[in-house]
Structures are given as C-alpha cells and as structure tokens.
DNA sequence: CCGAGACATCGACAAACGTCGATGCGTACC
DNA sequence: GGTACGCATCGACGTTTGTCGATGTCTCGG
C-alpha cells in the first residue's frame, strides 16, 4: 500500500464549486507529508539534484538530525506517493515522483488567480 | 501574531536550487494548516462561495462535526494567514487570503515541470 | 567467513493534534 | 432587562507525530 496509483486530478481549490470530503481526504494526505520543514527540505533537495535523484547517504549529511530520523521522514514521502525508491548497491536513491507534485500544484494552481 | 506579513515568495521546490531550512520552516506552517482533509473543505468551500467569504454558520452546517471543531479549524487557519476574519453583527465572516495560497501555490509551480 | 558500512525497523517518549462537552462573550430581538 | 442565538474559548481526552538510541538486514571487500 505503499504507492499510489489515483492520485492524480483534483478539483483545484477555486474552481467554483467546492471539493468533495472524499477528494478532501484524498488530496489530505499528500500535504500531510509536505507539511514539515525537515521533509520539505528533502524533497526540495532532491528535486534540486542535477540527477534529479539523491542518496541517502548525502541527504544525512544536510541535516542535524540521526541517520532513524531522516529514514523514517524518507519513508513518509515515499509511503505517500511523492518519492520514488531505488536501491543501487549498497546505496539508495530517493527520486521526486514528479506525478505526485503535479497533483498538489493542480490544487492550488486555478486557486492563485483568485479575485484581486 | 495571528496575521503573517512576509508570508510571500520562497523558492520554488524544484528551482536549480534547494530552499534553504529558514525558508522551509516559513512555507510549513502554511502547508500544516492546509494538512487535513476537514481544513482543505473549509478553504474549498469559501473560495469556492460566489462571494469569496462565507458565514461558519453555513460552514458548520457541512460537517458532521462540533461547532467547537469547526471554530478551531477556523482558527488554525486564520492564524496561519490563509483566511481573513470579518465579524458582521452575529455572524461572522471567513475569506480566503489570495496571497497566502498564491505563495503556496508558487511553492509547487515551478516543480510541476520537473524531467518527464 | 567475517567485519564494516549503509539503511531500515523497533520501542520509547514527549509534544502536538483533532475532537468533544461545557462555558463564556456579544449581539439582536422581544 | 431578559432571552435566544452565533461564535469563541476552555479543559480534557485519545491519537498521531517527530525524534532518538538500539538493533536488525543487506551488501561489499578482504
């Protein structure tokens, strides 16, 4: 149950009428997982990455945090869909899941351009 | 405290360059109060009013939920900046705060169009 | 086969969160 | 003034979350 296949389409948050509580709460948990400053910095981090991926090892290095911690952050963006895993040797690539974050944009994309 | 001045630009997630943590402790907040699926309707339904605001009688009357509940959820998010509070004789007021959805909304922007 | 290194998992703990019932505070109407 | 109503606040509760140290699992090199 660890990726997501449905997560795409959304009713952005302004399209005139308003998001369903099943939508809600499927959209919820996607923003659930962004909402922490640690685990934005990863993703950010990775989705900066020339390769677009980044290890693990690396990852550890920029934050002042235990080896668990940033295991289990990781492990929280991957189990909702937003981090792609790979497992290269002894070393593992976390990759952005560019689908996932397109979800999210779409949210709030038609919301932006709100009355002025 | 309850309204956020420079709540405005930040990196976007995938810019070339990864957000910095100062700036990443500033989007989270914003992301935590949009973080759960009964705040995420109460957004949708008043941006999604034809007047842009909506009375939380009419709000409490969509959820299934104590009008405790949702007063707190109001509050979470009016004291992230996301909604504006205006109280007219007994009722009162919530709108939606374009600027804070815009810098949300910028966050995952640029990201959307990561590498195919 | 054995040791070392890279990650994941486990168990624990304090802090934060979502929800509720009860109560307080304004405002309007009789 | 009294009463009814709309909304906020308070106190309490079970649950979830972020963090850690310790331990497990896998992979590689000797």
Redesign the interface.
């Known amino acids: 149950m660890t990726s997501d296949a449905g997560l795409a389409c959304c ?1 952005p ?7 369903s ?1 099943a939508q ?2 499927q ?2 948990p996607l ?2 997982a ?5 685990r ?2 990863l ?3 990775i ?2 990455s020339p390769s ?1 991926e980044a290890c693990v090892c690396d990852l550890n290095d920029a934050f002042d945090l235990t080896q668990a911690t940033i295991s289990h952050h990781l492990k929280v963006l991957h189990s909702a869909g937003l981090l792609d895993r790979d497992k290269r040797g002894v070393w593992v690539y976390y990759a ?1 899941r ?1 689908a996932a ?2 979800a ?3 949210l ?2 038609t ?2 351009l ?3």
């Open positions: 009713t948050l302004a399209t005139g009428a308003a998001m509580a809600a709460e959209v919820a923003l659930k962004l909402a922490d400053s640690v934005l910095r993703v950010s981090l989705a900066a677009g952005v560019p974050l397109a999210v944009a779409n709030f994309d919301a932006a709100a009355p002025a």
